[in-house]
């Protein structure tokens, strides 16, 4: 049985928000997400580059979100601007 994906809420905006964007280009498998959020509980750092540090996602993701970020589309999005 595929692992359910985690309750994202408990996360910061800017996590669930690059979990949003991994979702949507199809970046990680349950699994890698679910041992992700266990090394952040740990870490208590940015789980996009914890995402990068175990290999799940690439430098030009990370890019690409960020970029998507910075425009304001994700945040719009979210009514966190408004």
């Known amino acids: 049985m595929e692992p359910t ?3 994202l809420q ?4 800017w996590d669930r928000q690059f979990c949003r964007f ?3 280009q199809q970046l990680l498998k349950p699994k890698q997400l679910a ?4 090394i952040q509980r740990q870490q208590h750092g940015p789980l996009a580059l914890i995402l990068w540090q175990l290999g799940f996602v690439g ?3 990370l890019a690409q979100f960020w970029e998507r970020v910075s ?12």
């Open 5 to 7: 994906v985690p309750d």
């Open 35 to 38: 041992l992700a959020l266990k």
């Open 10 to 13: 408990a996360l910061s905006q």
């Open 22 to 24: 991994a979702e949507q």
């Open 59 to 61: 430098l030009q993701h």
């Open 71 to 82: 425009s304001g589309a994700e945040l719009l999005r979210d009514g966190a601007l408004g």
